[in-house]
């Protein structure tokens, strides 16, 4: 909480958003994707990760 938050309530703050369009996605290690294939449990919780779609893509 702020200090003072009661008497603060009307105080304004600029902000900048920008967009960062460069790609995020990562390489894993052959023996990782082993591992995953081994453990199919491991495969299934590891895909219902949103990040994980977003940053990882497996072979099938």
């Known amino acids: 909480m702020l200090k003072n938050f009661p ?3 009307v105080e304004r703050t600029e902000l900048t958003v920008e967009f ?3 790609d995020r996605k990562l390489s894993v290690s ?4 082993k ?5 199919t449990q491991a495969r299934e ?3 219902t990760l949103v990040s994980t ?3 990882v ?4």
Do not use: C, G, Y
């Open 7 to 9: 008497q603060r309530i």
């Open 20 to 22: 960062d369009s460069s």
């Open 30 to 33: 052959l023996k990782w994707i």
């Open 35 to 39: 591992a995953l294939e081994e453990k």
């Open 45 to 47: 919780v590891f895909e």
């Open 53 to 55: 779609k977003l940053l």
């Open 57 to 60: 893509t497996l072979p099938n």
